[in-house]
């Protein structure tokens, strides 16, 4: 069964542009969350989605979206970007609820200059 | 709030050594416990999982062990090697959302040397 897949690997943009990242989950999974991981923060939960339904939110601005397509794949987009979202966005699935395995994709690494 | 906590934050051992990786939570409902190892720069890899009415969990060379009354759990690497150098992580779901939301702890940098 393939893994978790995320689209692009590596991106560089600029302050100011949007960019959007893509997550195939593992065939079958309903739920996708995205996080944001950095060295001084670890960590973070974006948000998630189930049943292309936004589930859960985490702490970040407006400028982070998300959704979810009928076939569960997702989507993230951050628009006007900062500096500060220099960051590896990672995406997880797993099939319906909290107990059980999160799968993790190998993430998309952003680079803002 | 759920707080996650690792401890030591980086770790060297000489390979062949036994270890234990230690993660304490402040909230004790919690749903299960996962442990992860990230390779510098790439994902997640998932390694065990421990519901929250298990004790334990072995997958090969690794044990994980909950004891949620006193809000730990610890990674028992047996028989340590150079291949097992990663950062290790845990998290818990948050148990008042119905979703898989995940606190991670910030991780324990393990280093086996040959």
Same mark, same amino acid.
Not at chain 1, 13 to 25: A, D, E, I, N
Not at chain 1, 41 to 67: M, V
């Given at each position: 069964k393939a893994g978790v897949t995320q689209t692009p690997r590596y991106l560089?943009?600029?302050?100011?542009?949007?960019?959007?990242?893509?997550?195939?989950?593992i065939s079958g999974h309903r739920s996708v969350s995205w996080y944001q991981q950095t060295p001084?923060?670890?960590?973070?939960?974006?948000?998630?989605?189930?049943?292309?339904?936004?589930?859960?939110?985490?702490?970040?601005?407006?400028?982070?979206?998300?959704?979810q397509f009928s076939n569960s794949r997702s989507e993230m987009n951050v628009s006007t970007l900062e500096l500060g979202d220099s960051a590896l966005y990672l995406c997880a699935s797993s099939l319906m609820t909290v107990q059980e395995t999160q799968y993790f994709g190998p993430g998309t690494r952003l680079l803002v200059l | 709030k759920q707080e996650v906590t690792q401890i030591? *934050? *980086?770790l060297s051992v000489p390979e062949g050594e036994n270890l234990v990786l230690n993660c304490s939570f402040t909230d004790s409902a919690i749903y299960n416990l996962q442990w992860f190892r990230q390779d510098p720069g790439k994902g997640l890899t998932s390694l065990l999982l421990i519901q929250s009415s298990q004790r334990e969990q &072995?997958?090969? #060379?690794?044990? *994980?062990?909950?004891? %949620?009354?006193s809000g730990r759990s610890t990674?028992?690497?047996a028989a340590s090697q150079p291949g097992d150098s990663a950062t290790y992580l845990c998290a /818990?779901?948050? %148990?008042?959302?119905?979703?898989? #939301?995940? &606190?991670?702890?910030?991780? &324990?940098?393990?280093? /086996?040397?040959?």
């Open positions: 560089i943009k600029t302050r100011g542009q949007q960019v959007t990242l893509s997550c195939s989950p001084g923060q670890g960590l973070q939960f974006l948000f998630e989605y189930f049943s292309e339904t936004q589930r859960n939110k985490g702490n970040f601005p407006g400028r982070f979206s998300g959704r | 030591p *934050a *980086a &072995t997958s090969g #060379r690794l044990n *994980a062990s909950l004891d %949620k009354s990674l028992y690497i /818990v779901p948050l %148990k008042e959302t119905s979703g898989s #939301r995940l &606190t991670f702890g910030e991780g &324990t940098q393990l280093t /086996v040397n040959p």
